[in-house]
């Protein structure tokens, strides 16, 4: 089992930047697929990033692709998400999600994931 805690979230502008970061507890962190997915008011939770066991794969949804970047640091238990040029669109609530189990082609599922993080607020105003 694990417990993730996001923390980075804020209030940014158009265009500025923002690091997510995500805690993971646990001595096996290295054993989790590891994602990011965000979830705006009235919407469905929309997949942003997926990253593997080892940090070698990524996987970006189209929205940012090319803005995102995901990266790991399993000696420190953490996952990260680096958002650049930032649109009003990427105004949400972002959770960390773990999977012990995820095959590719499940990476975007949210079913896939069964540990999930309290989730924090990044508001991109115009």
């Known amino acids: 089992q694990v417990h993730l805690v996001e923390s980075g979230g804020g209030l940014v502008q158009t265009g500025d930047s923002l690091r997510l970061s995500c805690a993971a507890s646990g001595r096996t962190f290295a054993n989790y697929a590891m994602a990011w997915f965000r979830q705006a008011p009235g919407k469905e939770r929309e997949f942003v990033s997926a990253?593997?066991?080892?940090?070698?794969?990524?996987y970006y949804g189209d929205s940012v692709k090319g803005r995102f970047t995901m990266s790991r640091d399993n000696s420190k238990n953490m996952v990260y998400l680096q958002m650049n040029s930032l649109l009003p669109e990427d105004t949400a609530v972002y959770y960390c999600a773990a999977s012990s189990t995820l095959i590719l082609s499940q990476e975007r599922s949210h079913t896939a994931y069964a540990y999930w993080g309290q989730g924090t607020q990044v508001t991109v105003s115009s």
């Open positions: 990253i593997g066991r080892s940090g070698s794969n990524t």
